[in-house]
């Protein structure tokens, strides 16, 4: 076994192995892609520690207006093509704070959907401190 293994190999492998959760779909995974089994622990083991924290905790229940807003991506088959759209929704209310649609998936269609629900929230007086949006 190499004692190197390229970037993209690395990051395969660690995502097919988080995404199995189990020992022995990660051992499954290392024999399909030649990497040592304890190798590919150690990589899971340190993306995990990289992972951001949850500040949402899995709770998704608010006090107020604009305490805490999650997001969804969705796509839909259009007759033209696919039509990509990214929802922010304000936890309390329920409500659609904002949406991106675009004909082609970036990374930044759910960003840029934040920062609108952001952007008209502030313009409408609302205060935002403490907003959590998962």
């Known amino acids: 076994?190499?004692?190197?293994?390229?970037?993209?190999?690395?990051?395969r492998a660690t995502r097919l192995a988080v995404e199995a959760r189990s020992n022995r779909k990660t051992k499954h995974i290392a024999n399909q892609l030649g990497v040592n089994s304890n190798t590919l622990r150690a990589w899971v083991q340190q993306a995990e520690k990289m992972r951001p924290a949850d500040l949402a905790n899995h709770t998704f229940?608010?006090?107020?207006?604009?305490?805490?807003?999650?997001?969804?991506?969705?796509?839909?088959?259009?007759?033209?093509?696919?039509?990509?759209?990214?929802?922010?929704?304000?936890?309390?209310?329920?409500?659609?704070?904002?949406?991106?649609?675009?004909?082609?998936?970036?990374?930044?269609?759910?960003?840029?959907?934040?920062?609108?629900?952001?952007?008209?929230?502030q313009h409408a007086g609302d205060d935002l401190p403490g907003l959590v949006h998962h």
């Open 1 to 11: 076994m190499p004692s190197h293994y390229p970037k993209e190999l690395r990051e």
């Open 61 to 121: 229940s608010a006090g107020r207006p604009n305490q805490h807003g999650v997001a969804d991506i969705t796509y839909v088959k259009a007759h033209a093509g696919w039509v990509y759209a990214a929802f922010v929704i304000d936890v309390f209310s329920c409500m659609t704070v904002s949406w991106q649609t675009s004909k082609h998936r970036y990374t930044e269609l759910a960003s840029d959907a934040l920062n609108m629900a952001v952007f008209h929230r």
